[in-house]
């Protein structure tokens, strides 16, 4: 009996990057109890929440592979920043850097970054964007990194370059469906067919920010 092969996928994969710090006023703090707290190494049950709760709509999955102990000694290390975004006390998104090239090439990657779903559309995103950018250019890189893909929000890629990220590089991967392979729900929808708060048009760039790590989810 053959072994069945899992459904593609074509990913469009887009590289940012941002060599001088914004010339801006400090990030806006948006009305009520808003607050950005470190997670300094974070629990694996707290990362979970956040990471499939923020993730799951974009088919975040790379780290849905990885066992407590893969995953455990990645939130240890001291070049994993896990920022927390709280609204009244409440989890909202969060934002990771990765600091791992800061000694060798000064470079900090924004490795992943999402609101969850409650608190689209309310002005946060583009905060803890702004937030997150103002935070790597204290730590005094040369250069900042991302990514974005085609499976993110429609509006992503506007806002990382609004907020200053240029694009780089853009390549396409073929990636196994991670709804088939039982990674994610099969009720999740693919870019373009998905049904936001707008509609599928939305191109407001403060609704939401999501980011893959290096090329993978």
Avoid at 38 to 47: C, D, M, Q, V
Avoid at 106 to 135: C, H
């Amino acid at each position: 009996m053959s072994v069945k092969t899992p459904p593609k996928l074509d990913v469009v994969v887009t590289f940012l990057e941002m060599t001088d710090a914004p010339n801006r006023p400090a990030a806006i703090v948006p009305p009520g109890k808003v607050a950005i707290v470190r997670a300094e190494n974070p629990t694996l049950s707290f990362y979970h929440y956040l990471y499939n709760t923020v993730g799951e709509p974009w088919m975040w999955w790379s780290r849905r592979l990885m066992d407590d102990e893969e995953l455990g000694t990645i939130l240890a290390r001291p070049e994993t920043h896990v920022y927390v975004l709280y609204v009244a006390g409440v989890p909202a998104g969060y934002a990771e850097l990765n600091l791992a090239r800061m000694e060798t090439d000064r470079v900090i990657d924004l490795a992943y970054m999402g609101l969850i779903p409650e608190f689209i559309g309310k002005g946060y995103g583009k905060y803890l964007l702004n937030w997150v950018v103002d935070t790597a250019w204290s730590l005094s890189p040369a250069r900042l990194t991302v990514n974005t893909c085609s499976l993110d929000h429609s509006s992503a890629l506007g806002a990382y370059q609004k907020a200053g990220f240029e694009v780089y590089d853009q390549r396409t991967e073929i990636i196994d469906d991670p709804r088939e392979t039982g990674l994610i729900p099969k009720t999740v929808l693919t870019a373009g067919t998905r049904n936001s708060p707008k509609g599928n048009e939305n191109t407001d760039p403060d609704t939401l920010i999501v980011d893959f790590p290096g090329r993978a989810r």
